[in-house]
């Protein structure tokens, strides 16, 4: 919905609160954005970004705290997939102040979440652990969607001139993702029906970032990252 108000961005739609992106950029194939290169905070998370680069996994929008979209020649910096455009997700930083936050919303459907988060700052370093529930029933029958993420951050300076930053996230999806439709038959008789009940959907992701930063100079740093992501 937020990248639906930018332009040159097309998005097509997917059953329920999906967790699988489909947008395309200057007349791309929109199917699971395969022909765009996502990140999160500058790190891809397609399962295989060179072989495999369709989304079956989106950060949830609770853990963000912007979205970058990157066309034109400045795609040429980044790594594979950039023919069409980039799509970068900025996570929230660990709050200067500890404290907890919780979150719960609720609505039709059977649609309750639920966005627990504890973090702060010590001295140097800053941490933040957050976990994400999310429930849907569906618009129709044997469409419904379970969601569960957590995320773990840790920041710390090493003087005036180095830092660190190290991010453990795990996220699990069970959906009932079915590719079949309503006929205008079938939609008179109940429009909620559905009798696809084991089209399932089952997505576990772990992932790991390491970052280590360097000032050479006032306007030279040195940016190290290691990254790993184990998805089924």
């Known amino acids: 919905e937020a990248l639906k108000t930018q332009p040159g961005v097309n998005v097509s739609g997917d059953m329920g609160i999906s967790n699988r992106l489909n947008i395309g950029i200057r007349g791309s ?15 891809p998370i397609a399962p295989a970004p060179y072989l495999a680069p369709e989304a079956y996994y989106n950060p949830p929008s609770d853990r963000l705290d912007g979205i ?12 594979p997939n950039t023919m069409y455009g980039v799509i970068n997700y900025i996570t929230k930083r660990p709050p200067l102040k500890p404290a907890w936050n919780v979150n719960l919303t609720g609505g039709e459907n059977g649609y309750h979440s639920e966005f627990i988060t504890y973090g702060g700052t010590w001295n140097n370093v800053g941490a933040e652990l957050q976990v994400l529930n999310k429930h849907f029933d569906g618009f129709q029958l044997n469409s419904g969607s379970d969601i569960f993420n957590a995320t773990a951050k840790v920041f710390a300076d090493f003087g005036k ?3 660190a930053y ?14 079949s439709g309503l006929t205008p038959l079938t939609f008179q008789l109940d429009p909620k029906q559905n009798p696809f009940d084991a089209d399932d959907l089952i997505t576990k992701r772990y992932a790991a970032d390491v970052v280590y930063n360097f000032k050479i100079t006032e306007k030279l740093i040195s940016s190290a990252k290691v990254y790993g992501t184990q998805f089924t």
């Open 29 to 43: 194939y929109p199917r699971r954005s395969g022909k765009l290169l996502l990140l999160e905070d500058g790190t």
């Open 161 to 163: 001139r180095s830092s």
């Open 68 to 79: 970058e979209i990157i066309k034109g020649a400045d795609i040429l910096t980044y790594g």
């Open 166 to 179: 190290l991010k453990l996230n795990y996220h699990q999806e069970n959906s009932k993702a079915t590719y």
